[in-house]
T-cell receptor
């Protein structure tokens, strides 16, 4: 079993839709949870990070962490064609040097 | 742009050869991590350097080695290349250790034939 599981998609939605992206994990030592966006032929770009449980909002993006269920989510409101990319969840423990990434979910937002 | 650059952008090698990939971090960033991203997969941690010393390593064999230099540049060396080494190699820099904000370069795409 992988430490971090993420549905690779692809996920196709119409412009303006609310997008929900999710990851599950098995290591209860993870404390830092990140979401990255990766456009084709580019390196990943950090969107948001959350420490421990709770919600965090930044513009159209909301990250949620449920440590009791070992489940994290990223919501994108009013999705735009420019949001079309691969979204990677990532996580690590406190003081840990190793960041573990999910496989990434490919998102297509149709105009 | 993140300010992290990598060279070359693409590379083709044959099995058994050796390769050196280069990364230039943002000025002042003391930590650099290297990742391997196979097609359709997320990045896998190879190792991390902090102030020119290896700080941690993932599940990669010793033929993967690295160096970090005082001028915020670094190298990833891979010896005895195998077909499965074909991937996108990413470096990511951050100011200090254990920071969530890593800045990734665009990567080097390596093809091993």
């Amino acid at each position: 079993q992988k430490e971090v599981e993420q549905d690779p998609g692809p996920l196709s939605v119409p412009e303006g839709a609310i997008v929900s992206l999710n990851c599950t994990y098995s290591n209860s030592a993870f404390q830092y949870f990140m979401w990255y966006r990766q456009y084709s032929r580019k390196g990943p770009e950090l969107l948001m990070y959350t420490y421990s449980s709770g919600n965090k909002e930044d513009g159209r993006f909301t990250a949620q962490v449920d440590k009791s269920s070992k489940y994290i989510s990223l919501f994108i409101r009013d999705s735009q064609p420019s949001d079309s990319a691969t979204y990677l969840c990532a996580m690590r423990g406190t003081g840990g040097f190793k960041t573990i990434f999910g496989a990434g979910t490919r998102l297509f937002v149709k105009a | 742009e993140t300010g992290v650059t990598q060279s070359p952008t693409h590379l083709i090698k044959t099995r058994g050869q050796q390769v050196t990939l280069r990364c230039s971090s943002q000025s002042g960033h003391n930590t650099v991590s290297w990742y391997q991203q196979a097609l359709g997969q997320g990045p896998q941690f190879i190792f991390q350097y902090y102030r020119e010393e290896e700080n941690g390593r993932g599940n990669f064999p010793p033929r993967f080695s690295g160096l970090q230099f005082p001028n915020y540049s670094s190298e990833l060396n891979v010896n005895a290349l195998e077909l499965d080494d074909s991937a996108l190699y990413l470096c990511a820099s951050s100011l200090e250790l254990y920071q969530e904000t890593q800045y990734f370069g665009p990567g080097t795409r390596l093809l091993v034939l």
